[in-house]
């Protein structure tokens, strides 16, 4: 499964964005669906995930209450809707697909996408 991230981009502090991850194949459906970010000098952090049977989510507490992660298996994308954005949001953010939901080991991965907050 290929993993197409967009929708990084520059937005002041207080501001949203949205990031869609997009499969090439019909299966992504069948995977749980995360998203997961990195900051210079720092490892890879999970940000939330998304079951594949009723769309179950999580997140990391540093996110909860401003993002929402959401899929849309029709069209075989998983969003991750950003808002109140802090500066400490800055990084590049990943999706991934996993067949494992509450130990999130991404077994595919996006080429991700850069979000930068100004304060």
């Known amino acids: 499964v290929q993993l197409q991230a967009s929708g990084g981009g520059l937005v002041q502090a207080g501001g949203s964005l949205r990031l869609s991850c997009v499969a090439s194949?019909?299966?992504?459906?069948?995977?749980?669906a995360g998203w997961f970010r990195q900051a210079p000098g720092s490892e890879r952090a999970f940000v939330a995930a998304?079951?594949?049977?009723?769309?179950?989510?999580r997140y990391a507490d540093s996110v909860k209450g401003r993002f929402t992660i959401s899929r849309d298996n029709a069209k075989n994308t998983v969003y991750l809707w950003m808002h109140s954005l802090k500066a400490e949001d800055t990084a590049v953010y990943y999706c991934?697909?996993?067949?494992?939901?509450?130990?999130?080991?991404?077994?595919?991965w996006g080429q991700g996408t850069q979000v930068t907050v100004s304060s």
């Open positions: 991934a697909a996993s067949t494992t939901y509450w130990n999130f080991r991404a077994n595919y």
């Open positions: 194949e019909r299966t992504f459906r069948s995977y749980h």
């Open positions: 998304i079951s594949w049977m009723d769309g179950v989510t």
